[in-house]
T-cell receptor, first 117, second 112 residues
Framework: GAVVSQHPSRVICKSGTSVKIECRSL??????MFWYRQFPKKSLMLMAT?????????EQGVEKDKFLINHASLTLSTLTVTSAHPEDSSFYIC?????????????FGDGTRLSIL | QKEVEQDPGPLSVPEGAIVSLNCTYS??????FMWYRQYSRKGPELLMY????GNKEDGRFTAQVDKSSKYISLFIRDSQPSDSATYLC????????????FGTGTQLKVEL
């Protein structure tokens, strides 16, 4: 149980393109989803917390107009990297928390490797 | 000083060895502690989730929490080549479903 699916797993695109990444909880309802960014050989950096039906909460230093988050249902959150540039190239990972409470652990997707040429 | 300190390794051990992975933290308000395993180019996989000080065992894995020393450990018994991965400790103030603070991860290699 507690499977989180992330799509696509790999994206290569030109500078200036907008890229959408989907995060789905397959076998549970997720009130809250999280979006992380990970650089090579570094730990995960929380970008934003996504709550179903409300605006996302962004961490300090993360541009909300650059990284658009939509959490329209209890099983789907999307991250759109708008007008992507080479410095946006990274490994983006989402996680989801089961609906029943904050003491439930987060379960992670397998990440999306984004490369901007 | 980072909130969570973790030796990045790499740590190389022979198959069958007992592995000890550790994290220290500075914020005594952390209440929930997790260990995640991350294979290359994959997302983290939850291994252990603990709240109180003491030991928690699951198969070959034992998580140990010492809140008085602000120190957590993960022990892996009878290590296998398939255990080769990066191990991330994570902790949170109010439950594993809230904002996690991660260590930098320890890269483990179990050799035949």
């Amino acid at each position: 149980g507690a499977v989180v699916s992330q799509h696509p797993s790999r994206v290569i695109c030109k500078s200036g393109t907008s890229v959408k990444i989907e995060c789905r909880s397959l076998d549970f309802q997720a009130t809250t989803m999280f979006w992380y960014r990970q650089f090579p050989k570094k730990s995960l950096m929380l970008m934003a917390t996504s709550n179903e039906g409300s605006k996302a909460t962004y961490e300090q230093g993360v541009e909300k107009d650059k990284f658009l988050i939509n959490h329209a249902s209890l099983t789907l959150s999307t991250l759109t990297v708008t007008s992507a540039h080479p410095e946006d190239s990274s490994f983006y990972i989402c996680s989801a928390r089961a609906r029943q409470g904050v003491d439930q652990p987060q379960h992670f997707g397998d990440g999306t490797r984004l490369s901007i040429l | 000083q980072k909130e969570v300190e973790q030796d990045p390794g790499p740590l190389s051990v022979p198959e069958g060895a007992i592995v000890s992975l550790n994290c220290t933290y500075s914020n005594s308000a952390f209440q929930y502690f997790m260990w995640y395993r991350q294979y290359s180019r994959k997302g983290p996989e939850l291994l252990m989730y603990t709240y109180s000080s003491g030991n928690k065992e699951d198969g070959r894995f034992t998580a140990q929490v010492d809140k008085s020393s602000k120190y957590i450990s993960l022990f892996i018994r009878d290590s296998q080549p398939s255990d080769s991965a990066t191990y991330l400790c994570a902790m949170t103030l109010t439950g594993g479903g809230n904002k996690l603070t991660f260590g930098t991860g320890t890269q483990l290699k179990v050799e035949l």
